[in-house]
């Protein structure tokens, strides 16, 4: 019999699996710049007696009670080399959780192998050199809250399966992170019905036509990334004091029309961007009443009028860009009052009334 306090060994199966792996993929020089944390985490899986608890291996979590793996974070791990079909890694059918963020995958497809994992949650293959179109079978995994598969250099498509059929099947999400996936459509209104949706990025994703307004209103909705659509319009709606919203980033987007009074009523704001745009009109006096915001990007719209001086109330702002946005009369005296401001960047439309 088991002491009482002891945790189970490892699986053999998974062990094996694990090993199998491992033993697919070369461990290169860790040269990631921006992960200074990057170091080979299979290093510490091996088949030696005193190490074969892979419980205990680095990257791995396993259940307390039957000792199945059930999360596998490779983020930053060095790998290289590609994911097939057949690969062990299909085996680990507890899994709830599978990170494998920066490492190179060799534009490897992601397999439809991936539906065995039923019990996932979470799923990250962001910055890992994934590629082709994303399979239909990693949308019959129901029980994702969070999917990341951002930043594959373009070479990830999601057209068929579309991002509308990824918004009907996985209705759990949390978080969805599409940066730099080819989407290359509309976006559907069907990602409004994603009531628990408190992350979405879909920065730079060749998506066109008009985004839902009603994707604003997500009541969990605190993180919302648009930026480098360079089709896609849309327009601010109505906002109300119920929302959380924390940061919001619409630049180099065909956004237009003008910034609601009702802007005031997003009280969590922490930064907003909309650069680039083709926004109109005079700002709200109401913006002032953001005293959470530490970040606001408005250059190269088309605005009218003054600045207001009631942006003079922002004391949490530490950036404010302003350059090129066709602001009339002279800076505020009001903005000497953000001791906090570290960045001003912004000129008025006339060459007379520098605002820097």
Known sequence: HTLVGLQPLCQDDERSALLQFKQRLTV????????SSAYPKVASWSQEEENSDCCSWDGIKCNEDTGHVIRLDLTSSCLYGSINSSGSLFQLVHLEWLVLSNNHFNFSEIPSEIKNLSRLTALSLSHSSFSGQIPAELLELSKLESLDISFNNFHLKLQNPSLANLADKLANLKVLHLGQVNIASTVPHALANLSSLFFLSLTDC???????????????????????????????PEFHNSSVLVDLRLSHTRFSGKIPDSIENLESLYSLGIRGCSFSGKLPLSLGNLTKLNHLYLSGNDFSGELPASLGKLSSLKTLEIILCNFSGKVPDSLGNLTQLNSLLGASGSAENLFI
């Open 28 to 35: 290169v020089q860790c040269s990631f710049d921006d992960y």
């Open 206 to 236: 060749l998506l066109q036509g008009e985004f839902p307004a009603k994707i604003f209103q997500l009541p969990e909705l605190a993180f919302l990334t648009l930026t480098y659509n360079h089709y896609l319009t849309g327009y601010l």
